[in-house]
C-alpha cells in the first residue's frame, strides 16, 4: 500500500499527526496495536476528567478521542486497527517498507512514531485448549463500538476481567436486544469502576442479563473444527463448573510495550526516541517521531506538547517529501485551500 | 504589585501562559495593551472559523478566547487589561521591575513576553479640539462587553470607522434600551462586515436607531471643564454638518507594534525574541517568551504550537523559582493538587 505518510500510534498525538499531514495535503495511513483508536486516553483514563487541553476546559480521555476523530474524518485517513507494525527498513530511494505481522505492508514516504509508551499488548490468557482460538472465538480488548460489538449479537459470551474495561464490554453486550445471559467472571468478588458502572452492572445482575462468577479459568475445549464448546471454571472452594459458550473477551489488562520500535535502529535514550526538535525527525531522516516516545531537552509528557510536536513534524516531512510546494504558512482561518481540504467552503 | 509571574500579552497564547503559570501554583499577573482580552483572535478574525486547534473542531478567535478565559478563570489572575508595559529592568536579586505608561509598577519574579506581533496601537484621530479628550470623552477600540459598554448608557455617541470593530460597536450601543440614535461615521458609504452584521446595520438605520454619515471629521469643541461638547463634519460635497455630542468612539484600525520590547535587552532576530526550545528563556534569564513573538529553529506561527511554547516556559520558571517544588510531572487527570487548583473535588 503506497502512501505519503505512515502514522504508527491512533492516540491523541498519531491522530493530530494524522491530521496535520493530512490538512497539508498528504496521504496517511494509520495504523495502531489496539481495536479502537485512543491509544492511552482510551485504555488508561477513558473516563477521567483532562483540565489542561488548551480551550477544553474538561473533556475525559474518551471525549478527547472522539474530539480528535472528528476533526480527522474529512481528511478520510487509512485505518488499520489491530495491527502492529513489526518491520521497518528505509530503502536507497529514501522511500520505506513497512510491514505488520499479519503481512500488510506499506511504501511510505515518511514514518511518524506517535507510540506512546509503546504498543499495547493484553496480558494474554492461559488454560489448556484455548490454542488456536485467538481472533477467531478468543477476543483481547475488542473495540466497544456497536459495530465491533454486533459479531457477539446472540452469542454465549464470557467476558474476563474485573475493572472497567472488562466491565463496559459485558454491560454493553448485556445491552444487546435477544442477547443471551452475559457470563462476567473475576478471580476475586471485588469490582473495579467507577459508581455509575457498577450500578449498571449490579441493576443486570438483579434482572438476569449478567451472571457473575469469582472463579478461574481450568480449561476451554473446542470441537474437531475449532469451534469453542465450552470452558471449565474452578471456583474458590475447589469445585468445578462447566459454561457452555460460544465466545471469550479477555480484558486482564494491557502493558505497553516498545517491541520491534527498538529495532529500528534509531537512536535512544531511556528507551525514548532522541528527536531534534526543530523537525522531531528521529535519527534516520524520514522518520518523525512525536509524543509520549520522545525525548529533547525540555520535553514534557504532555498531550499538548505531543500536538506541537506532531505539528512540527508535519511540516518538516512536507518540506522534504514536496520541496517544490514550499510556501509561506497557510492558515485555516483565511486559506480556501485548507478549509477545502476539511470539507468546508 | 508583587507576583511571581508577569505576563504581557493577552491572546490566547498569553491567556494559555496564565493557565500553566496558575496550575503550577505560581501567582500571575496579566497586561494587555488593549481593552479586551483576545488579542489578533478578536481583534483580526474574530469571526473567522478556526479548524486546527487540537480538540476543537471549529471555534471562531472569539468563542477561543472565550473558552480559554473560562479555562483561565478558577486560577484567578489580575488582570491589566488597556495597559502596556513599557519598562522592564532586571534587578541584580534576579527580580524584575515593570512599568506601564500610567505609572502602574510590578515586581515580578519572571516575565513571559506573549505579545504575538506587538502591542496593538489603535490609529489616532486627528482634528482640532481633541487634546485631553482621550479616555475620558474619546475611546479607542473600547472593550464590547456588557459591562464596558454600559458606561455609554443614554449618551449621544459617534463611533468613527467602517469596519467589523466600528460596526459591532455601533451595532451594540444600538441596542441599548432609552439610546439616543447613535450616529455611525465613515469616511466612505462603504461598510466592510459580513453579511449578518451589514443586515443589522441596515435594519438600524431603517428604524432610526442608527443614523449613518459619510464624512470626515474637521474639528472637536469642548467646554471649558473639558467635556465634549459637538463635532464638525466635512460631507462630501464640501459642505459643513455640526453634530452635538457626549462621546466619542474610533475604530480605524489597530497596528501592531513591537515598541518598548525592542528596547529592553533582549537578543532579537527579524524582529522576534530568540528563545531557547527547551525553556522558551530568552536571552535574558528570567524573561520567557512564547508564541508568534518567538524565533527559533523550525518555529511556525500556529497558535497550538504557542500553547506548547508557554507550557514549557511555564515549567522552566517554576523550577528557577520553586526549586524545592521540583518532583514528577503532574496530571490534571490525576493530581489532587491540580484538580484543586482548578477548583475540582
Redesign the interface.
Known sequence: MQTDALVIGAG?VGL?QA??LG?LGLSVQIVDALAQAGGQCVEL?AD??????????E?S?RE?TE??L??LAPLAPGWHLGHEVTGLTRRDDGRFDAVCADGTAFDAGAVFVCAGVGAFQPRRLKAPGLDGLEGRHLHYHPATDPAALARFAGRRVLVIGGDEAALLRAAALAGLPDQPPVQLMHRRDVLQADAALLARIDTLRQTGRLVFHAAQLAAARQDEAGRLLQVDLTLPDGSAHALALDELIVCQGLSPRLGPIADWGLAMERKLLVVD???FSTSVPGIHAAGDIVS???K???I??G???A??AA??AHERLRPHERGP?LY???SAV??QR?G?G
Open positions: 491523541p493530530f491530521f496535520q490538512l483514563y477521567k476528567p483532562i483540565l489542561d487541553i488548551p480551550g477544553i476546559v473533556c480521555g478527547l474530539r480528535l472528528t476533526q526538535p526543530a523537525t529533547y531537552p525540555g514534557k509528557k504532555l499538548l506538547c500536538f506541537h510536536e505539528t512540527l511540516h518538516a504558512l485555516t482561518s483565511s485548507l478549509q476539511l468546508r
